[in-house]
């Protein structure tokens, strides 16, 4: 929550996303940015699966969908249609 600035289920919009790229944010072993939505299939499925696993056997973590990164930080919030 301190990374977006608030709690996620009501502040996650798109000024928090700029913010991080802007921030040059850098992911972390709580923190991972995915460049696009997992794929509604079942590779995607089980991608998806791998890394929240990946998190829940750690600490807890945010995956965020939509930012791309070059080498681990934040450099560009990517277009999606959410609907």
């Known amino acids: 929550e301190a990374l977006v600035g608030g709690p996620i289920d009501r502040t996650l919009t798109a000024a928090p996303i700029e ?13 991972d940015f995915k460049r696009e939505m997992y794929k509604p299939d079942p590779a995607g499925r089980a991608e998806l699966a791998k890394d929240v696993v990946a998190f829940a056997n750690h600490t807890g973590g945010l995956l965020i969908c939509g930012i791309a990164d070059v080498g681990g930080t934040a450099s560009k919030a990517m277009p999606w249609d959410a609907t």
């Open 19 to 31: 913010r991080l790229v802007e921030e040059k944010t850098a992911e972390f072993d709580q923190l």
